[in-house]
C-alpha cells in the first residue's frame, strides 16, 4: 500500500516506527486528499485527527498521515470483508 511503516526487529521484539516513503507517491498523495473530506464528513476521523493533533498547527502534516494510514486499514478492512462504510455506530 502506499504507507509503510519502518520495522525494527530484534530479540523477537517486533517494534514498527514511522512511515517510510516506499509506497506509491501518487497513492500517498491521493489518500491525503481523501483523507481531508473524511475528516470534515466524519466525526469519528475528524476525532481522531484532533486527538493526534493537540491542537499543535506543527502536528497537522503528522495526524494527517496517521488518520490517512487509519483510512487506508479501514478501506483494505471494506474490500476485504465487502461492506459497506458505515462510520461510526
Known amino acids: 500500500m502506499a504507507y509503510i511503516p519502518s520495522q525494527d526487529s530484534s ?6 516506527g514511522h512511515i517510510t516513503k516506499q509506497g506509491l ?3 500517498r498523495k491521493l489518500l491525503c ?9 466524519c466525526p469519528e476521523m475528524s476525532r ?3 486527538k493526534t493533533c493537540h491542537g499543535r498547527q506543527d502536528r497537522r502534516k503528522i495526524a494527517l498521515v496517521a488518520t ?3 483510512l487506508s486499514c479501514v478501506m483494505f ?8 462504510y458505515r462510520g461510526a455506530a
Open 11 to 16: 530479540a523477537g521484539k517486533n517494534r514498527l
Open 25 to 27: 507517491a501518487a497513492v
Open 33 to 41: 486528499e481523501g483523507d481531508w473530506q473524511v475528516i470534515r464528513r
Open 48 to 50: 481522531k485527527f484532533d
Open 68 to 70: 490517512a494510514r487509519h
Open 77 to 84: 478492512s471494506m474490500l476485504k470483508t465487502d461492506e459497506v
